[in-house]
């Protein structure tokens, strides 16, 4: 083949492989070899799996497809499952150390879907720990560097997977997203990186299968073919999750793209930006974003700055207790561990600690505040088919810091603060995209744009990116240059 094998994409490797002009072998030994080249400096994929189980593995991949017999369209291509996702025989660690024993029995929906797809597990993606903040370190396996710049944060909490996927040591890449952690990640990496709809791809099956559905599993990818690809796989009910749903339009659709992308003339495109003001942002941030909407009205769509139609600073306080109430329990079984609270990050502890406090009374108000706000964004999109706002608040921050204490001249009051832009689709429920948006004035850091759709819109989202996809080939085109992780 005249172009290298990760230069690929997932999809177009897929066909190269299902038409046997590289075998599944050829595949692995390409991506190990530039694992073993680029990860260690990276540090984007953990808990690796012996490169001899890979490569047999590959190897019985190859004689499926001599024997004319196909798993699905991830027939013998590599993958690293998020390490918040549990996959059987793999360590699942949250970024803990106090797990770093913690084998996982059974898989996740998703990593099972993953692998009944064909898919090769070749280890797992680093996260924070516990996936709390979007910054990937931990001190089980350390900090996980941008692929473009390694001196900044990679983001999180799917940083492993987007500095993996941007590095080209994976083909295709899932995360999970609860606070932007698709979102973020993708915008610093120059990557796609969507939030479907809650209940599109089932989180579980877990201990509780109703509240937990907030967040959700997802895919992050260099082009809106394989993001959908993936969804697709991802996607579909399961009896044992209730609020999960199917979409019968995604695998038609996956198979369309791009010829099937959705019209941008007429499109109506509401610009949140900042939400006048209150999203404390850096310099360069919304110009960025802004850059990516004249492209889209120069074809066609219409763009129109739009008042949130909703109290911010009051709904970040029902953000506040809905996150408390679902992230203290995961807190609390690690800390039934002994000297469990000397080892646990701070932040985790503040989590489970302001929780403490929360009754239902409080909790139930947050529930009524989750559905005003829902039916707010609703009535917005009675004319908008689109809400758009950047993807992240700031730039991405160096390595050394643990979470930005200012933004934009204005002090952060709490570790999350500065994501604040990702909990409006995760309150409603509602598919959201973050698509390159080009570049700081540097060249060295990406920027996002998230485009939001009414809730369970998501092929229509996916048809609008790949419409937006083909009106930035020169971004998509850039590479991470010599002071990046992949050298000159």
Known sequence: MNRPLTELDASALSEAIHARNVS???????????????NPALNAIVSRRP?????????????????GQSRGWLHGLPHAIKDTSATAGLPTTYGCRLLAGNTARNDSLMAARIKAAGAIVIGKTNVPEFGLGSHTFNELFGLTRNAWDPAVSAGGSSGGACAALAAHLLPVADGSDF????????AWHNLFGLRPSQG???????????????????????????????????????????LSWSDP??????ERLPKDAGPLQGLRIGWWGDLQGHLATEPGVLTACESALVRLARAGARIEPLAPGFDPEALWQTWLVWRQALTAPRVAA???LPGARERL??????????????????FERACQARTTFLHQLLAAFENHDLIALPAAQCWPFPVEQRWPREVGGRAMDTYHRWMECTIYATLAGAPAISVPAGFHPNGRWPMGLQLIARPRHDALLLRWAAAYETLV????????????????
């Not at 990050?345 to 409080?362: C, I, M, R, T, V």
């Open 24 to 38: 599944c072998v050829e595949v692995m030994r390409t991506y190990l070899d530039r694992i073993d080249r680029l």
């Open 51 to 67: 490169a001899a189980d890979l490569l047999t593995e590959a190897a019985r991949c190859d004689a499926e497809l001599d024997a």
């Open 179 to 186: 606070m932007g952690s698709l979102r973020n990640p993708a």
């Open 200 to 242: 599109l791809v089932p989180f579980g099956p877990g201990p509780e299968v109703w509240i937990s559905q907030l967040g959700t599993e997802g895919p992050l990818a260099r082009s809106v073919r394989d993001l959908t690809r993936l969804l697709a796989t991802q996607a579909g009910h399961d009896a044992r999750v209730p």
């Open 249 to 254: 339009v995604l695998g038609s659709l996956a």
């Open 334 to 336: 690690v800390l039934a």
């Open 345 to 362: 990050k701070p932040e985790a502890l503040w989590e489970h600690d302001q929780a403490q406090g929360l009754g239902f009374a409080a």
């Open 473 to 488: 080939g020169d971004w998509l085109a850039q590479r991470p240059g010599a002071t990046s992780i992949l050298g000159p």
